[in-house]
């Protein structure tokens, strides 16, 4: 599917799975962060939406205004954060690479990247909305053990 040229009716008849719609005050700003961060692709970035990918999974950025008449709306906070409570996982990024992009992005590095128990190198990084990017990679992928 070309993201880029989907229509919003047929973008939204191929969704299946889970999805992850986000709520966020500056779209540009955050799909920026995604990008410079993680690498993730972004499609049809607009002040109001973008359409963000990892391979062949999908999730989509909303504004604010977006949800006008959303029962959500009422519920967003004035002030970030917003993010308290959900982990935004994302396998197969390198912790490592994220953390060093993610100041210089306009996120803040809550965790450092480390190997952790259950089978992961990850890193917590905030975006300026408050919400918690989890990048992480297998640590058979990491068979030095580098601690960068």
């Keep these: 599917m070309d993201y880029d040229t989907v229509t919003p009716e047929a973008f939204g008849a191929s969704l299946r799975g889970f999805g992850f719609n986000i709520l966020v005050r500056d779209v540009p700003r955050t799909a920026r962060f995604l990008n410079q ?8 970035l607009s002040p109001d939406f ?20 959303n029962p959500l709306s009422g519920l967003l906070p004035e002030n970030p954060p917003r993010g308290a ?6 396998y197969d990024c390198d912790p490592d690479s994220a953390a060093r992009k993610a100041e210089a992005a306009g996120g803040t590095v809550l965790q450092r990247p480390g190997d952790k128990p259950h089978g992961l190198r990850e890193a917590y990084i905030l975006c300026a909305d408050g919400y918690a990017w989890v990048p992480s990679r297998p640590l058979a992928d990491n068979p030095k053990g580098d601690m960068t």
């Design 37 to 44: 961060v993680f690498g993730l692709s972004i499609h049809r």
């Design 50 to 69: 973008a359409i963000v990918a990892q391979g062949c999974n999908v999730m989509q950025l909303h504004s604010d205004g977006t949800y006008h008449a």
């Design 85 to 90: 409570g959900i982990e935004i996982r994302l």
